[in-house]
């Protein structure tokens, strides 16, 4: 939207042809964006105003302006704008933001509307961690009627348990001929516990932040590759592996790509963990349809312990 | 030699190993890489010393160790130690270096005996800006007898003139049924005018050094992606590139990766750099064969000129 420009994009031919991805987008309408301003944000009823990062300059996004940059970009997905609450907040807090983002939702439906076949809008079930919140933001969402539903606001200072236990409930609520997305989570476990309590989707920047950060994600649990035990190690991080820099490369190889400060290690690590995590939820499907889930999950639980206790405690 | 250290490169199997690079590799010695540590380095008849700019640790580089360091990390072609000397300088203190590398390259020759078939060793003339130094240089190493012969110590200060008048008489008394290499250089016009000269080989880091900061090599010239009239240019840097990044991606989208500090931009410039310098000695090649280098050259020029012209004064 800021930059390069929703509008620059659309005259480019959108964002699939700018950055040559044929597979589906989706794109987020800011809403969480927006939250991590932080003071530099005004919400309204009209909708938020936010200062640029890059000129200072001051922007408004309205419902109708989140869903047509995401119509100028030309997303597969595009998400309503809301307006998402760092937790823990009060209920009262957490309720008038819920119900402003589904009087948002409102405006992003008929906003979207004329959209050629082919694209889809989520709704966004928000209500913190109160459990009747959600249920009564998800229940006036699947009122107004999207092509998929998500929820958000979590994921955003609440324990991992907490964020669970909303995720459960509010997913058995959710329409069983729809997607069902968890926003901006998670690990691999936080995938496979939500997985079981019923999510489709997610999207999440940990393969690739971790990544160039010099964490790993495997089978056999995190590794750190900036840890000095790597340094002389010949073996991959993982032998079987479909990922050919997981296969192929040495421990101590990445190693000392990180130590050196050489931009290709972050590379070779963000690939490493997006094979890792494709392979996960294809192994996931795989179980799902085979029936045995459950057991697929505890396999990977304890394989990731393993390794954790004997090699990067 | 410091990072990772030879010996535990060794220790994984070599650099070809460690890199996963089953192609042909040259490692420099050294001598050029202390030179650009100034004050920090103390040159004497055994070697140089210099404090590791990692742990501030004094290590020595003699000719013998120098020598082992490249058959620890099992380069193809190694250097032999040299001297370089900064341009401009004096005659005197010009002929000292040439005469301390000879003397190394002496030692360099007889502690690379014994090496198993298939590595070579090359050696460095040296002399400045000073033609008889150079000669001096060039009979001496000759002597000696290396597998190769290399021009070093230019682009270090002088003029591109000077340069090209050193290497051609220099290259013209060099032997002509070994490989001649001019070491640090260069520009896409520097390669022309040396191999013109009779260079066979070359090194250096313009292409991906350039390419990191947002400098494309193209058959039209240099383009420097960071210019704001790219921001909206949908055309990519040449349709014509066996290059899938140089024929694929808009100016635009380019543009914005390095304006977003997008990682990928130094990437894919480097890859499109890399493709441009294969192509130009691959087609140099070819006319040469073909008896036609001149009028290659002088075709490549004027494609640059014309591009420099009309887009990126």
């Given at each position: 939207?800021?930059?390069?420009?929703?509008?620059?994009?659309?005259?480019?031919?959108?964002?699939?042809?700018?950055?040559?991805?044929?597979?589906?987008?989706?794109?987020?309408?800011?809403?969480?964006?927006?939250?991590?301003?932080?003071?530099?944000?005004?919400?309204?009823?009209?909708?938020?105003?936010?200062?640029?990062?890059?000129?200072?300059?001051?922007?408004?996004?309205?419902?109708?302006?989140?869903?047509?940059?995401?119509?100028?970009?030309?997303?597969?997905?595009?998400?309503?704008?809301?307006?998402?609450?760092?937790?823990?907040?009060?209920?009262?807090?957490?309720?008038?933001?819920?119900?402003?983002?589904?009087?948002?939702?409102?405006?992003?439906?008929?906003?979207?509307?004329?959209?050629?076949?082919?694209?889809?809008?989520?709704?966004?079930?928000?209500?913190?961690?109160?459990?009747?919140?959600?249920?009564?933001?998800?229940?006036?969402?699947?009122?107004?009627?999207?092509?998929?539903?998500?929820?958000?606001?979590?994921?955003?200072?609440?324990?991992?348990?907490v964020m669970l236990e909303v995720v459960g409930?509010?997913?058995?609520?959710?329409?069983?001929?729809?997607?069902?997305?968890?926003?901006?989570?998670?690990?691999?476990?936080?995938?496979?516990?939500?997985?079981?309590?019923?999510?489709?989707?997610?999207?999440?920047?940990?393969?690739?932040?971790?990544?160039?950060?010099?964490?790993?994600?495997?089978?056999?649990?995190?590794?750190?590759?900036?840890?000095?035990?790597?340094?002389?190690?010949?073996?991959?991080?993982?032998?079987?592996?479909?990922?050919?820099?997981?296969?192929?490369?040495?421990?101590?190889?990445?190693?000392?790509?990180?130590?050196?400060?050489?931009?290709?290690?972050?590379?070779?690590?963000?690939?490493?963990?997006?094979?890792?995590?494709?392979?996960?939820?294809?192994?996931?499907?795989?179980?799902?349809?085979?029936?045995?889930?459950?057991?697929?999950?505890?396999?990977?639980?304890?394989?990731?312990?393993?390794?954790?206790?004997?090699?990067?405690?």
């Amino acid at each position: 939207m800021l930059r390069p420009g929703a509008e620059r994009v659309a005259a480019l031919g959108g964002l699939h042809t700018f950055m040559r991805w044929p597979g589906p987008m989706i794109t987020d309408s800011g809403g969480f964006q927006v939250m991590s301003l932080a003071a530099l944000r005004k919400v309204t009823e009209q909708g938020v105003t936010f200062r640029s990062h890059l000129d200072g300059a001051t922007v408004e996004l309205t419902p109708e302006r989140a869903v047509e940059v995401q119509r100028l970009l030309g997303t597969d997905i595009a998400m309503q704008l809301d307006e998402c609450v760092r937790l823990p907040a009060d209920r009262a807090e957490i309720e008038r933001a819920m119900k402003l983002s589904l009087r948002w939702a409102e405006r992003c439906k008929r906003a979207f509307e004329g959209t050629p076949p082919g694209h889809a809008l989520f709704g966004i079930v928000q209500g913190g961690d109160d459990q009747r919140l959600r249920e009564e933001s998800l229940r006036a969402l699947t009122a107004i009627s999207f092509d998929g539903y998500a929820i958000g606001g979590l994921a955003v200072g609440e324990s991992q348990e907490v964020m669970l236990e909303v995720v459960g409930k509010t997913a058995a609520a959710m329409p069983s001929d729809r997607p069902r997305y968890l926003m901006g989570v998670g690990t691999p476990a936080d995938l496979l516990a939500a997985i079981g309590r019923g999510i489709d989707m997610f999207d999440c920047v940990l393969p690739t932040r971790n990544g160039r950060h010099g964490l790993a994600f495997t089978r056999f649990g995190p590794i750190n590759i900036k840890n000095a035990h790597h340094a002389d190690d010949p073996r991959p991080l993982d032998p079987e592996s479909r990922c050919p820099a997981a296969r192929d490369f040495s421990r101590a190889y990445l190693h000392h790509l990180f130590k050196a400060g050489e931009a290709l290690g972050g590379t070779l690590l963000s690939v490493i963990n997006l094979f890792y995590y494709q392979d996960l939820v294809a192994g996931t499907r795989a179980a799902i349809a085979a029936g045995c889930f459950a057991d697929y999950a505890a396999q990977a639980k304890e394989q990731w312990q393993a390794k954790r206790d004997s090699d990067e405690s």
